[in-house]
């Protein structure tokens, strides 16, 4: 192959596996010094290659590191009484564990001051091998399966590198096909996974359905990067809210909290520190549109946005809108709000099977109880009423008790006279 077209070959894989141009000279670089080995290297040569992709020629060495000169048969007992205590348990201290030496890739000091004086300790030596004109069939073979083999964990690891730095992130992709309960979906560089757990159970998942994935968790498995995508993370709320207005974007409106019931129902809670912008406006959009295209983005889920303060009553009472509230005490020990409302707020602000109250309550950190105003005055007033009562009573016994003593004192007088 001329060089040209050597290096057009090169710059075209690179292409195709988006991968940088030094992970394929290290993957032709490890197949050709495996070809080597396979077919001239001897069992004591450290072999590496070096390839020049603009030229397409090769430089073969044998690498050794120098190390202190070593009597083999005093190491080999080193060796064998380490190992007995080992079987026995016994711990031995990292610094004093031997080393064995190594003839591929070592050197000893005594046998590299015959190569040249100046070699020390440490010391990395190349000698030049000669270059064969060509390779035979089996060594061929070998340098064509560590190619693809190191091409594919070059891919592997590329992706995986590219997508750990996403974590956190929203990603674009199209359903591609189901598996059992999940869906494999196709980000263009990578797969990625929507488990059972991180669907939205109303929403359909049609192939070929583009849409919008929090990326959850990036690990690496047996078969490459597992990229754990999720639809149902309250974490995308703000992704989508960050790309659709500007001033969250910017970082003067902030997203405080999220409380989110995937599918059915969000609340957010927005602040900012600049007098001349308002949070919740900035968020809703002129006629709704900002809020509207988040609302499509999450197939319908309706979206509450309310203003975050730093007083909880004021806030929690954000929280319950749409609902209107009467009065709220809290208790700061206990973080327990007890919310009183009309009757006529009352369903509003527990909302559809405690949906509303529920969501305030994940949205603010306190525990909400919602008690309605007009049963607790009535009750204060059946209250107020039975102590009357009571006080009438005992009024009334009073006075009846006060003649009986009067007419008991006129008899006494009879008797006397």
């Not at 380490?82 to 990292?94: C, F, L, S, T």
């Not at 000698?127 to 891919?155: D, F, H, N, W």
């Not at 996974?193 to 690496?220: A, D, H, T």
């Not at 990229?227 to 992704?239: A, G, N, Q, Y």
């Amino acid at each position: 192959m001329q060089n040209s077209n050597l290096s057009a070959a090169i710059k075209l894989v690179c292409e195709e596996k988006n991968l940088p141009m030094e992970s394929v000279i290290s993957a032709i670089e490890a197949a050709l010094a495996a070809a080597y080995r396979k077919e001239f290297g001897g069992k004591d040569q450290n072999v590496k290659a070096v390839f020049n992709a603009d030229n397409g020629q090769t430089v073969i060495f044998d690498v050794k590191t120098v190390v202190e000169d070593i009597d083999l048969e005093e190491q080999e007992k080193q060796l064998e009484e380490q190992r007995a205590k080992r079987e026995e348990g016994v711990e031995i201290p990292e610094d004093e564990i031997i080393k064995k030496f190594n003839p591929r890739s070592e050197i000893m000091l005594s046998e590299a001051a015959k190569i040249n004086s100046d070699y020390k300790i440490g010391d990395i030596i190349e000698s030049k091998l000669e270059v064969p004109e060509e390779y035979g069939r089996m060594a061929a073979q070998t340098a064509k399966q560590v190619i693809v083999q190191r091409l594919r964990e070059a891919e592997r690891d590329h992706i995986f590198a590219e997508y750990k730095d996403k974590e956190g992130q929203l990603v674009l992709g199209t359903i591609q096909r189901k598996e059992g309960r999940r869906f494999i979906v196709d980000m263009g560089q990578a797969n990625g996974i929507l488990p059972p757990e991180e669907q939205i159970r109303k929403e359909g998942y049609n192939i070929g359905s583009r849409l919008n994935f929090y990326i959850v968790e990036v690990g690496m498995g047996a078969k490459g990067p597992e990229i754990i995508l999720s639809r149902t993370h309250p974490e995308i709320v703000r992704e989508l809210f960050a790309t659709e207005v500007p001033e969250i974007a910017a970082g003067t409106v902030e997203i405080k909290g999220i409380a989110r019931e995937a599918g059915s129902r969000s609340k957010i809670a927005v602040y900012t520190e600049e007098n001349n912008i308002d949070p919740v406006g900035s968020c809703v959009g002129q006629k709704g549109s900002r809020v509207q295209t988040v609302i499509n983005e999450l197939g319908g889920e309706k979206i509450d946005i309310i203003e975050w303060d730093e007083n909880p009553k004021i806030f929690i009472a954000n929280a319950l809108s749409p609902a209107e509230i009467s009065s709220i005490d809290i208790n700061e020990d206990t973080k327990v709000a007890s919310v009183k409302v009309a009757d006529n707020q009352l369903s509003l602000a527990i909302g559809r099977g405690g949906q509303n109250a529920r969501l305030a309550a994940k949205l603010s950190g306190w525990k909400v109880d919602i008690i309605s105003a007009e049963s607790n005055k009535a009750a204060d007033e059946v209250e107020k009423k039975d102590e009357t009562e009571e006080v009438k009573e005992n009024k009334t016994e009073a006075e009846e008790k006060k003649p009986e003593k009067k007419v008991k004192k006129e008899k006494k007088s009879k008797k006397e006279e």
